[in-house]
């Protein structure tokens, strides 16, 4: 076991969480899956054709891929502007009462397990430098790297892509055919689909893969029955 190269691992899956671009990806290819395979079977349930199905469809990939790209835009720059604010608070109480700070931080060095003159003694030493204090206390204190705020254009580009890629998978097969056998590949390339991310969501938190990916399945699977039910009783009412 290579143990440098693990902890590697784990150090850039921490920087991909804080960046936003983990949650979007996630969070992206997800609503794909679910969603489209939603309107797909809601749409085919009501008795629409192979053609209507597809355009119905494809709508909602345009539609959903552009929501999620702006709304996590919107809030990986909120976190962005967020942060950037508390860097300028924490610049402003440095120049207020700049041993407030140290004291502080003193007390997180003592707290992690560091003699209190030593973690005193570091702090000090890190004062001397204006930017080493306001990273130090950002990191030890606020709890956030501002190094790595994150890249709202990172986020929406991520959510965008992989909720179209993950949206292509109930909609590829009314390409091909329509009807029963078009709508059995679109759950089933669906359950794939959440079966894979399911995992992925497990093993990247360090659970079981199986229950993850279970988990994933069974709410494809209930997704699939409640749509398909709403809109076969809905082209029954209006036929």
């Given at each position: 076991m290579d143990k440098k190269k693990d902890s590697e691992i784990l150090a850039k899956r921490a920087l991909q969480v804080q960046r936003g671009a983990a949650r979007a990806a996630v969070l992206g290819v997800n609503d794909g899956l679910v969603s489209v395979?939603?309107?797909?079977?809601?749409?085919?349930?009501?008795?629409?054709?192979?053609?209507s199905v597809l355009l119905a469809g494809f709508a909602g990939l345009v539609a959903g891929a552009v929501s999620m790209a702006a709304g996590e835009w919107i809030s990986v720059r909120a976190q962005v502007e967020l942060f950037t604010g508390i860097l300028g608070d924490i610049r402003k109480l440095m120049r207020d009462d700049r041993e407030l700070?140290?004291?502080?931080?003193?007390?997180?060095?003592?707290?992690?397990?560091?003699?209190?003159?030593?973690?005193?003694?570091?702090?000090?030493?890190?004062?001397?430098?204006?930017?080493a204090l306001?990273?130090?206390?950002?990191?030890?204190?606020?709890?956030?790297?501002p190094d790595e705020l994150g890249s709202p254009w990172t986020a929406?580009?991520?959510?965008?892509?992989?909720?179209?890629?993950?949206?292509?998978?109930?909609?590829?097969?009314?390409?091909?055919?329509?009807?029963?056998?078009?709508?059995?590949?679109?759950?089933?390339?669906?359950a794939v689909g959440g079966l894979i991310v399911g995992g992925y969501i497990s093993a990247s938190s360090g659970k079981s893969v199986v229950s993850g990916a279970l988990r994933q399945l069974g709410i494809i699977v209930l997704a699939s029955v409640v749509t398909y039910g709403v809109g076969y009783l809905f082209g029954v009412s209006i036929g």
């Open positions: 395979l939603c309107i797909v079977l809601a749409v085919a349930g009501a008795g629409a054709s192979g053609h700070l140290v004291e502080q931080v003193t007390a997180r060095f003592a707290e992690s397990g560091h003699m209190h003159t030593t973690a005193h003694q570091a702090a000090q030493e890190i004062a001397h430098n204006d930017v306001t990273d130090v206390y950002a990191r030890q204190v606020m709890g956030f790297n929406a580009w991520s959510s965008f892509v992989l909720f179209t890629l993950g949206a292509l998978a109930p909609m590829v097969s009314w390409i091909f055919t329509d009807g029963v056998v078009a709508m059995a590949w679109s759950v089933g390339l669906t």
